[in-house]
Every structure is written in structure tokens, then in C-alpha cells.
């Protein structure tokens, strides 16, 4: 099954979404901020998903590192912020975010995403 990272400085947030997804089959690497996400990525990653404010490199920065690698152009990466403003939603696109969660988190929400972007690549 596939592995997604779970990238939230909330350890709450982290473990449940975490907890909601290997439920659902998939294999979770959880990592506390960007710098960390990117320290645990490997080629069998098939999904992120991230918070947007974090220490070291916030949501938006990791997105673009992930996106500046030829190899994950296509990898989908979905934001889970409770962040509300739409300039903000709009930087997270530019960055190359495929899909936005709001928080508080919803399981039904989350399970609906995560199959949707990963079904299509199966």
C-alpha cells in the first residue's frame, strides 16, 4: 500500500490523521515540520499531506522543494491548515498544493481525498 507522510508540528493532528489512514490500509511517516518531512522522504512516497505553519520550513517552502524534483511533479500534496484566508489557500496552489483540508479535521474529509488523488495513480 502506499506510504504518505504526515507533516505536522501538532503531534495530536499528526497521530490522528495517522491513525485514520492506517485504518484505511495505507503506511503513515510521520514528521514534526518540512525540514523533517524532507529528511524522511523516500521514492516510496506516494502522498503528502502538510500543515502550512510550522517551524523550519512551513508547508508552502516544503511544497516547492518537493516540486522543484523532477520525480514528484506529480505526487500529490494536499494542505490541512486551519488557515482561512484565501490568499493564503491561493499561495498553497501556486506552490503546486493539489488539494486543501480545512481544520478542524474531518475523518470522512480526509479518507475522501486521500482515495480520491490515490486511486487515480493506481
Known sequence: MAEIIIV???ASTRQM?????KEEGYEVIEAVDGKDALEKFNPSV???ITDLNMPNIDGIELIKRIRANSDYKSIPIIMLSSESEEEKKQESRSAGAT????KPVSIRKIIEVVNRFLTEKI
Open 8 to 10: 505536522d508540528d501538532a
Open 46 to 48: 506516494k502522498m503528502v
Open 17 to 21: 490523521v495517522s491513525l485514520i489512514l
Open 99 to 102: 488539494d486543501w483540508i480545512d
